[in-house]
């Protein structure tokens, strides 16, 4: 069974700042790796899908990378705004998923 | 895109009485289906994985009997909490896939159950 490990559990910075976000998993036999944000009482929204094939994604502020053979992935968001303050899942995909621990954000105007 | 429909968004029920979460693949088929669970302020956890037109597969520690899923089409799976009880409230929420694609799934937005 995939174990997905995230690290920090919970992170505080200032706005601004630019910061990374870990994942660890187990099972490296994946397809791809999904990173989603999480608002309190809502619904996942899907930020970055990786293929297992690729090393990394962009989009906008949001950079994500994959490292399949040492099972992990970092999510490194630049200058952090206060809208981005929610909980980040990772989830490594292979016939299923599993979600990580998640690490909840909080960016201080 | 793919889109996942999930209703309702939140319930309220009485302890015993029995809940039904509907997910509906909109403009895809979904031939598989996940249902998540999550306590507050932890993080999701896989129930079950449904498949179109056979018995789901739970995960360890998720009651059978309690949580009943049905999916008797390519869009719609069910998700039906019997006799809840207030444990039982937690954040549930749906995923599907579409069958002819592994890129990524599509997630509803969550239903909000509280029993009291």
């Known amino acids: 069974k995939q174990e997905v490990t995230q690290i920090p559990a919970a992170l505080s910075v200032p706005e601004g700042e630019n910061l990374v976000l870990n994942c660890s998993f187990t099972?490296?036999?994946?397809?791809?790796l999904q990173w989603f944000r999480q608002d309190p009482g809502k619904g996942l929204t899907s930020l970055l899908l990786?293929?297992?094939?690729?090393r990394e994604q962009t989009s906008g502020r949001l950079n994500a990378s994959l490292d399949k053979s040492s099972g992990r992935s970092t999510l490194y968001i630049a200058a952090s705004q206060p809208g981005d303050s929610a909980t980040y899942l990772c989830?490594?995909?292979?016939?299923?998923?599993?979600f990580g621990t998640g690490t909840s954000l909080t960016v201080i105007p | 895109g793919a889109v996942v429909s999930q209703h309702p968004s939140w319930v309220i029920c009485k302890s015993g009485t029995s809940v039904k979460i509907e997910c509906r693949s909109l403009?895809?088929?979904?031939?598989?289906m996940f249902w998540y669970r999550q306590f507050p302020k932890q993080s999701l956890m896989l129930m079950a994985t449904?498949?179109?037109?056979?018995?789901?597969?739970?995960e360890q520690g998720v009651e059978k009997d309690k949580f009943l899923i049905n999916h008797a089409s390519l869009t719609l799976s069910t998700l039906t909490v019997t006799s809840a009880h207030p444990e039982d409230s937690s954040f549930y929420i749906c995923?599907?896939?579409?069958?002819?694609?592994?890129?990524?799934?599509?997630f509803g937005s969550g239903t909000r159950l509280t029993v009291v």
């Open positions: 995923s599907a896939r579409d069958g002819e694609s592994r890129y990524g799934y599509t």
């Open positions: 099972d490296s036999a994946i397809y791809n």
């Open positions: 990786i293929q297992s094939s690729q």
């Open positions: 989830a490594p995909t292979g016939n299923q998923f599993y």
């Open positions: 403009d895809f088929q979904a031939t598989t």
């Open positions: 449904s498949n179109e037109g056979s018995k789901a597969t739970y």
